[in-house]
């Protein structure tokens, strides 16, 4: 396992509590849209074996012609060792990244692409999104459906609906919109539909997808292929209230 000793080179504070910390490129690092990483920080394998309160799994919010390695993160107030330590680093820091892969890349399929997430869990469609942008070969078309309850929404800026471009943008600030608006969106029965989220999150989306006639190999989920049964296998139960 390689692992990449990188600076953070800007700090870009996105709202109140999600901030963007732009990395180095590293030589020999590479990565595709929907890309994840493991991010570390200092000490984290000083001992005998890693430290993984010190190791995040983080998505890339950037693709690699931007230059810099783009993770967007959430830190609140009250946060864990890792947040806490990551709060209060300063461009020149150090970080260490390793163990790149990207679960969903952007499908080419001539099909309508809908990207469901909440929070910053957006920051994992940037890239595709902006791929999408420089490049709509054989997508149909691409809409973005995120929620926050905070209403602090993240990428305002870049997620915003664009006609020319094909490609529709929504925030929502509660369940039940953000729901009865999954419903709407999956009467296509042909579209693929990415989900991004907490693991409740994504369940309850699956329950909603499957219910109205959305099959398993139309769901994108950023997880590695051996946890997809978990999620797109038998269909769970979930208190995730609307």
């Not at 997620?159 to 529709?168: E, G, L, Q, W």
């Amino acid at each position: 396992m390689q692992i990449y000793w990188t600076k953070i080179n800007e700090i870009i504070e996105e709202t109140p509590e999600i901030k963007t910390y732009m990395l180095d490129c590293p030589e020999g690092f590479i990565w595709e849209e929907g890309a994840h990483t493991h991010f570390a920080l200092e000490g984290f394998n000083a001992g005998d074996q890693p430290n993984r309160s010190l190791i995040r799994h983080m998505s890339i919010s950037t693709l690699p012609h931007e230059k810099s390695i783009g993770i967007t993160t959430r830190i609140r107030e009250q946060c864990s060792e890792f947040k806490t330590i990551l709060r209060n680093l300063e461009v020149g820091n150090e970080v260490a990244i390793f163990k790149t892969y990207s679960n969903v890349p952007l499908k080419r399929e001539n099909k309508n692409v809908y990207l469901l997430s909440s929070g910053v869990g957006l920051a994992t469609f940037r890239p595709l999104v902006l791929d999408y942008f420089e490049r709509a070969d054989n997508v149909n078309q691409i809409h973005s459906l995120n929620i926050d309850s905070s209403k602090d929404f993240l990428f305002t800026h870049f997620f915003k609906s664009t006609p020319d471009k094909t490609f529709t943008s929504q925030f929502v600030d509660n369940r039940k919109d953000y729901y009865e608006e999954v419903k709407s969106l999956a009467t296509d029965k042909d579209g693929l539909f990415y989900v991004v989220g907490s693991d409740e999150f994504l369940v309850h989306n699956i329950e909603v997808l499957r219910e109205q006639g959305i099959q398993p190999e139309q769901i994108m989920l950023d997880k590695h292929e051996q946890e997809l049964p978990e999620f797109l296998g038998e269909k769970s139960s979930s208190s995730y209230e609307v």
